[in-house]
């Protein structure tokens, strides 16, 4: 009777053990499903944007982008950003706060993609010395996550050096000048400057901290009177560990 009861419990006991693997395995589909269709419908919604604001030329010249449309689907729309041959070619949003596009898309609908976006404590985007923009890392290799290549490929900032920027007043190339991998609360995350000192001082510390393969970027001229953006996503090399990428603006003759 012993025997019969141990074996009785055992198969209950192997029972429940299937049962609950089955629910892992069960809901381990349902997110690997769910975050599928998520990117899916990101990526659509940034396809549907990027023919709103379509990109007339590269990022040597000026390119025009119908703002006023842009505006019209979400007055937060403050710039555009594209590299050539990659998948950066987003919309740039800056919010009341940096939690809101964090996980929306430019449509304002929750999405894990969530959205480029400028520190919502610069005052003037693109006009103050250094313009923080925020991005995922994104598994499916978009938003942000191509940024990692300019400190890991070896090539990759030959082929990447200028990025092209739009604003309602203005187009840019974004000349990239320097990597870094920081701290979320480093102190390179920095948007008020009170002299030409503390600028000079602030580009110093990115040359002697860039981690572009074979100094990439070290003929791109930086001085206090230009303007920078430092695009700046996640990585893993310790906790709370960001990669920062920094670019010189060139204003360029907007055509088209």
Same mark, same amino acid.
């Given at each position: 009777?012993?025997?019969? %009861? ?59 982008? *119908? ?53 919502? %404590? @610069? ?16 598994? *499916? ?10 400190? *890991? ?53 990115? %040359?002697?901290?860039?981690? @572009? ?28 560990? %960001? ?14």
């Amino acid at each position: 009777m012993g025997k019969k %009861r141990e074996t009785k419990k055992s198969g209950v006991l192997r029972g429940l053990i299937t049962l609950i693997l089955l629910c892992v395995v069960a809901f381990c589909i349902y997110k690997i499903v769910t975050i599928t269709g998520e990117y899916r419908e990101g990526t659509e919604a940034y396809e549907k944007l990027a023919e709103i604001g379509e990109v007339v030329n590269g990022p040597e010249e000026g390119f025009g982008i *119908d703002f006023g449309a842009l505006k019209e689907e979400n007055e937060d729309v403050i710039a555009w950003l594209f590299s050539e041959g990659t998948v950066i070619n987003y919309p740039v949003m800056q919010g009341e706060d940096n939690s809101y596009y964090l996980y929306r898309l430019a449509d304002r609908t929750w999405n894990s993609k969530g959205s480029l976006f400028v520190d919502y %404590r @610069i005052e003037n985007p693109f006009v103050d010395f250094n313009t923080v923009i925020y991005g995922h890392r994104m598994n *499916d290799g978009s938003m942000f996550k191509s940024l990692l290549e300019y400190r *890991d490929d070896e090539d990759y900032y030959e082929n990447h050096k200028v990025m092209a920027l739009a604003t309602p007043e203005a187009s840019y190339g974004l000349e990239i000048f320097g990597a870094a991998t920081i701290p979320a609360d480093s102190a390179m995350y920095k948007f008020g400057f009170d002299s030409d000192g503390e600028k000079a001082a602030y580009i110093d510390w990115i %040359r002697k901290h860039n981690e @572009i393969p074979s100094d990439g970027g070290a003929e791109v001229e930086v001085s206090p009177s230009d303007k920078i953006v430092m695009l700046s996503t996640c990585t893993y090399e310790f906790d709370e560990a %960001r990669l920062a990428v920094w670019g010189k603006l060139v204003e360029k003759t907007r055509e088209g």
